[in-house]
C-alpha cells in the first residue's frame, strides 16, 4: 500500500526559476511531514519538515507547504541552483512513532 | 561528529545464502531504524530498534531479524536470500523511538546488497 505518493518521477527546471515538488499521502494518523535529497551513492539527507498544526514552514530557499485538507504538500526551492539536482523524497509519520512512509522520490534536475 | 555509519558498502551473495548488515548510529543516538531501498522506489521501513529490543516492525518477513547492541549499534541479518532482496539497505538513527517534532532521523550512506 502506498500511503505517500510522488507522481512526478522527474522534473527539470532552469537555474534561477522556482521548482515545485509535490507529493499526496493517504494515512490520515500522519501528522508530521519531512523532505529528504539524495545524491547518487549517498544515504538520504534531511533538508526541511512541517508539523501538521502549521501550514507553511521556511528555511532559506526551500519552503514547504502543507494542505490538510487536501492531503498534499509541496516544497518550492527558489531560486533552484545546480546544485540541488538530486532525488528529492517526500516522506510522512505519524507523531507517536518513526515509522516513516517514503514516496518513489522526483528526481530533480536544475539546468545551468 | 561521526554521522551514521554502515558496512560493508557493497556485496553480493548468492540467492539462499545469509547476509548481516551492521550499522553504527549518530553520536548521542540511541534508536536505530532499517529501511529497503529498491531501485526506483522509495526506502521502505523494515523496523526500529531502541533500547535492545524490536519496538515496530514493517511488512517484512521473518527472514529478516535484526539486533541492538549496548553501545546502540545494530545489525541487520536476512536469511535465505531471494533474488528480489537485492536493494540498497539503509539505516537511520535518532535520539529517541516516539516520533516527535524535530527528532530527525539521519540516515547512512547504506550498504549495497546483491543477489544472484
Known amino acids: 500500500d502506498q500511503q505517500v505518493k510522488q507522481n512526478s518521477p522527474s522534473l527539470s527546471v532552469q537555474e534561477g526559476r522556482i521548482s515545485i515538488l509535490n507529493c499526496d499521502y493517504t494515512?490520515?494518523?500522519?501528522?508530521?511531514f519531512l523532505w529528504y535529497k539524495k545524491y547518487p551513492a549517498e544515504g538520504p539527507t534531511f533538508l526541511i519538515s512541517?508539523?501538521?498544526?502549521?501550514d507553511k514552514n521556511e528555511d532559506g530557499r526551500f519552503t514547504v507547504f502543507l494542505n490538510k485538507s487536501a492531503k498534499h504538500l509541496s516544497l518550492h526551492i527558489v531560486p533552484s541552483q545546480p546544485g540541488d539536482s538530486a532525488v528529492y523524497f517526500c516522506?510522512?509519520?505519524?507523531?507517536?512513532?518513526?515509522?516513516?512512509?517514503f514516496g518513489a522520490g522526483t528526481r530533480l534536475t536544475v539546468k545551468p | 561528529d561521526a554521522g551514521v555509519t554502515q558496512s560493508p558498502t557493497h556485496l553480493i551473495k548468492t540467492r539462499g545464502q545469509q547476509v548481516t548488515l551492521r550499522c553504527s548510529p549518530k553520536?548521542?543516538?540511541?534508536?536505530v531504524s532499517w529501511y529497503q531501498q529498491a531501485l526506483g522506489q522509495g526506502p521502505q521501513f523494515i523496523f526500529q530498534?531502541?533500547?535492545?529490543?524490536?519496538?515496530q516492525r514493517g511488512n517484512f518477513p521473518d527472514r529478516f531479524s535484526g539486533h541492538q547492541f549496548p553501545n546502540y549499534s545494530s545489525e541487520l541479518n536476512v536469511n535465505a536470500l531471494l533474488l528480489g532482496d537485492s536493494a540498497l539497505y539503509l539505516c537511520?538513527?535518532?535520539?529517541?523511538?516516539?516520533?516527535?517534532?524535530?527528532?530527525?532521523?539521519?540516515f547512512g550512506e547504506g550498504s549495497w546488497l546483491t543477489v544472484v
Open positions: 553520536s548521542g543516538h540511541d534508536t
Open positions: 530498534y531502541y533500547e535492545e529490543e524490536e519496538r
Open positions: 512541517i508539523s501538521s498544526i502549521k
Open positions: 516522506a510522512a509519520r505519524p507523531s507517536n512513532n518513526n515509522d516513516m512512509r
Open positions: 494515512n490520515s494518523m500522519f501528522d508530521y
Open positions: 537511520a538513527s535518532s535520539y529517541s523511538p516516539t516520533g516527535a517534532t524535530g527528532n530527525t532521523i539521519y
